[in-house]
């Protein structure tokens, strides 16, 4: 049961345009998200986080949207560059728990 | 700093070898947690811990044995392992259990 879902595997974007990067999620008890980026070989990073009572935050390039009511967030990132290709990882807790269920991963790749 | 340390960087252990991986953090965390990733897939939590005593055990088989011998240590004993068992072991810390977690970059451990 895949509580947490990021639909793309893959997503080829132009250097300087708008990365868009999709999560669902189908756990209503889950409040707090975050949004994680993995180079191959090496532990995921933290982005940027959003609790359930905010709609959106913006740290820099990065912005994350929470739509609750459709069970989805999305992390923009503008102007992409190609030092953001990677694997970004959607990540979800319940309750202000300890327990992060991740989402598969979307593989970016920032293209000159 | 948000640096979490994890050594080795890799590990080819045979099935009947006992080996330990440790991680390491001096960020003042008191939760640290371990966690499983098998390719193309999303990290899997094993164990977490806070103020050093055992939180969370996944339902992870005794052959991994998690020990938390101070604040900033974190070790995972290894034991008869499987060559399933293959697979990059995550070590992350967090402020207290709720807080965003940090990863260690990771041991890429392969069970011949």
């Known amino acids: 049961d895949q509580q947490v879902k990021q639909n793309s595997p893959s997503l080829s974007v132009q250097e300087g345009r708008i990365s868009i990067l999709n999560c669902d999620y189908t756990n209503s008890m889950f409040d707090y998200f975050l949004w994680y980026k993995k180079y191959p070989a090496e532990g995921p990073t933290f982005l940027i986080s959003i609790s359930s009572i905010k709609d959106k935050n913006e740290d820099g390039r990065f912005t994350v949207f929470l739509n609750k009511s459709a069970k989805h967030l999305s992390l923009h990132i503008v102007p992409s560059q190609p030092g953001d290709s990677a694997v970004y990882f959607c990540?979800?807790?319940?309750?202000?728990?300890?327990?992060?269920?991740f989402g598969t991963g979307t593989q970016l790749k920032v293209e000159l | 700093d948000t640096e979490v340390t994890q050594t080795p960087k890799h590990l080819v252990m045979g099935m009947t070898n006992k080996k330990s991986l440790k991680c390491e953090q001096h960020?003042?965390?008191?939760?640290m947690y371990w966690y499983k990733q098998k390719a193309k897939k999303p990290p899997e939590l094993m164990f977490v811990?806070?103020?050093?005593?055992?939180?969370i055990n996944e339902s992870v088989p005794s052959r991994f044995s998690p020990e938390c011998p101070n604040s900033s240590l974190l070790n995972l004993h290894l034991h008869a392992l499987q060559p399933e068992d293959s697979a990059l072991y995550l070590c992350a810390s967090s402020q207290e259990l709720e807080d965003t977690q940090y990863f260690g970059p990771g041991t890429r451990l392969t069970v011949l």
């Open positions: 990540a979800a807790s319940a309750g202000g728990g300890n327990k992060l269920t």
């Open positions: 811990y806070s103020y050093e005593k055992l939180s």
């Open positions: 960020m003042g965390h008191r939760a």
